[in-house]
């Protein structure tokens, strides 16, 4: 057994941390009972920053605290490729990457810091039961609900502070993540920085460029597809090209410039020019897939307001699926920060019950507990337009379930 746990036993039984003097004598050797009475009359007292608070804590933080580290990089990457997918990573830079970072981590709070501290737990008691930390601290005298109350404090300072991330701070970061994503970097995107040896739709053009030169940034076998009004497609191919910039405007020059122009008896007529100049299409900014998650608690609300009026007086497909979804995200709001609570009152008692199962007992618990709660969530998820009261309550149903589950073993948590 480490020593860490024989010097925290060794100060919790000390008048000056955990305990307080109930009629009898302070002392008498008498030996402690569980159900956190010692000997002599002397019950436990709670203090919410107390050693043992402290000691729990810390060693739930450190194992919760890499798991968020591993799987919010997880979550930021694949938000990351879900994003920017269809850009060439050509146009992000060192500095878009990190900023990007910093907008994605608040929008995924919610998500990741319930499955975060609830491995947390669960390795955390894994670790004491394996180094009978746990069996000395019963030796003690120790509750095991004294053990697990901090845990649970934990669990609701995360609900508050989800919360208030989910409703303050992601909307805002959200924003900028959109702007950089759908305004700001397609803005960047010009003929001479596209990949080379594929076929890329600019504005209405499509564009080949087989190389180009890093030193010169003259483009070589260039190939321009041009719709025209008439709905042909005229054909422009130059063996180089250079882009021109002229303030805000763009030209290129194809030097020995092949045009062919279908015809209207299927055949083409083909022309060289000897220095054809086109001006380059300007890109629109992209439209980001829903407003929804970038509008605080209230302004989801008023926007909730706003589509059942326009729903009421003119029903439609359209609108009812954007009122569903809008409800669903309102529930969202109210159910995904109290999972951090939820999950703590099953895992914490189930884990510091756990004996010597080791990590395997401990993921074996976490994994249960997630699919458990997501299965809930998907069944419970609506299909069909329902009213925001039967959303709200169909959201908060496995946090629900969890908390009852949590509460009949933490009441039993004592029991041999």
Request: with cysteine; net charge positive; glycine share 10%.
């Amino acid at each position: 057994m480490r020593g860490s746990i024989v010097d925290l036993v060794k100060r919790i039984v000390s008048d000056d941390d955990g305990l307080s003097d109930d009629d009898g004598p302070s002392g008498g050797g008498v030996p402690p009972r569980a159900g956190g009475r010692l000997g002599g009359g002397r019950r436990w007292r709670l203090h919410p920053v107390g050693l043992l608070t402290r000691y729990t804590l810390w060693e739930v933080a450190v194992p919760a605290l890499l798991a968020l580290a591993v799987i919010g990089f997880l979550a930021v990457a694949v938000e990351m490729r879900e994003r920017v997918r269809a850009l060439p990573m050509e146009h992000l830079t060192g500095s878009d990457v990190g900023r990007l970072v910093v907008y994605f981590l608040p929008t995924l709070v919610t998500y990741v810091v319930p499955i975060t501290y609830m491995m947390g737990i669960l390795l955390a008691f894994g670790r004491l039961a394996q180094n009978n930390e746990i069996t000395a601290m019963k030796a003690a005298g120790i509750p095991l609900k004294r053990v697990v109350v901090p845990v649970l404090m934990g669990g609701a300072v995360l609900s508050v502070a989800c919360f208030y991330v989910q409703d303050r701070v992601q909307p805002e970061a959200l924003k900028r993540a959109n702007d950089l994503i759908y305004n700001e970097l397609p803005l960047r995107i010009t003929l001479d920085v596209l990949p080379t040896g594929q076929m890329h739709e600019f504005g209405d053009w499509r564009v080949y460029i087989r190389e180009r030169d890093p030193d010169t940034r003259m483009l070589k076998d260039v190939e321009i597809l041009v719709p025209q009004k008439d709905g042909t497609v005229w054909a422009y191919w130059a063996e180089s090209a250079r882009l021109v910039q002229n303030g805000g405007d763009a030209r290129i020059q194809m030097p020995n410039c092949h045009l062919i122009i279908p015809q209207e008896d299927g055949g083409a007529m083909r022309m060289v020019l000897e220095d054809a100049q086109m001006g380059v299409p300007k890109l629109s900014r992209n439209r980001a897939r829903s407003l929804r998650r970038t509008l605080p608690l209230r302004g989801l609300l008023e926007h909730e307001a706003e589509v059942r009026r326009e729903y009421e007086a003119t029903p439609s497909s359209n609108l009812k699926d954007e009122l569903r979804k809008t409800r669903w995200e309102i529930g969202e709001r109210f159910s995904l920060p109290l999972a951090c609570l939820s999950v703590s009152l099953l895992a914490a008692p189930l884990a510091v019950r756990g004996r010597r199962g080791g990590r395997s007992y401990s993921f074996a618990i976490g994994f249960t507990m997630i699919i458990v709660y997501q299965g809930m969530r998907l069944l419970i998820e609506p299909h069909s337009l329902h009213p925001l009261g039967d959303v709200l309550l169909r959201g908060l149903v496995p946090n629900i379930l969890l908390a009852l589950a949590g509460v009949w073993a933490l009441w039993r948590v004592d029991r041999v």
